[in-house]
């Protein structure tokens, strides 16, 4: 999650055990919180498939997103961020919230790495907001390979209306939901197909 014009709307809550608490953002403008009304969308698309699932968010920044979840139910959150000032705001953040630390993993180190080494296996739904300053979310479809992620059963990647996704073979998209210059692109695995 890096600078743009978005603001800090989502900083805060929307929903579950943690609605209406604000989070914290690092001093300096690096992070790009997900927008307030993309996030809602993206949970209300999600459902009930959201409780009681292993939720993985790449390229946490704050963790909003991944705190969202927790909030709304999920049973484990892996949060995956590589910025040190990030970092800070996830934890400070986890902690306010009085999250259980047994419920999620903060993962230090660069998505890519992460996501090979299976740290996040169990994960049944992912969600990646790579910076919209590169085209990291081609390489990121590249990087998800099915064996790394046997569990998952939906990837949902926030990118620029300007860099559409080119899907590997094993993803497929599923649907799209555009905000602005915001789209939310959902793959499925092409063996759920």
């Not at 307030?36 to 963790?63: I, N, P």
């Not at 986890?94 to 259980?100: N, R, S, V």
């Not at 080119?166 to 695995?189: I, Q, S």
Request: proline content about 5%; some cysteine.
């Amino acid at each position: 999650m890096r600078a743009s014009s978005h603001g800090h709307a989502a900083a805060t809550i929307t929903a579950g055990t943690w609605k209406g608490r604000k989070l914290r953002y690092p001093a300096g403008g690096d992070i790009r919180p997900t927008m307030r009304r993309t996030k809602e969308s993206l949970f209300s698309s999600l459902g009930g498939s959201v409780a009681g699932c292993v939720f993985a968010d790449l390229y946490a920044g704050a963790g909003a997103v991944g705190i969202e979840a927790l909030s709304r139910g999920a049973r484990h959150a892996h949060f995956v961020e590589v910025a040190r000032g990030a970092l800070r705001a996830l934890r400070e953040n986890l902690a306010a919230c009085g999250a259980d630390p047994a419920s999620y993993t903060v993962h230090e180190g660069r998505v890519a790495a992460v996501v090979q080494d299976g740290s996040i296996a169990d994960a049944g739904i992912v969600f990646a907001d790579p910076p919209y300053t590169t085209d990291a979310s081609t390489d990121l479809l590249a990087t998800l390979d099915p064996r790394s992620l046997p569990a998952l059963e939906i990837l949902v990647v926030e990118h620029r209306v300007k860099l559409p996704l080119a899907p590997a073979g094993h993803l497929r998209v599923d649907r799209e939901r555009r905000f602005g210059d915001t789209v939310l692109t959902y793959l499925v695995p092409v063996s759920a197909a």
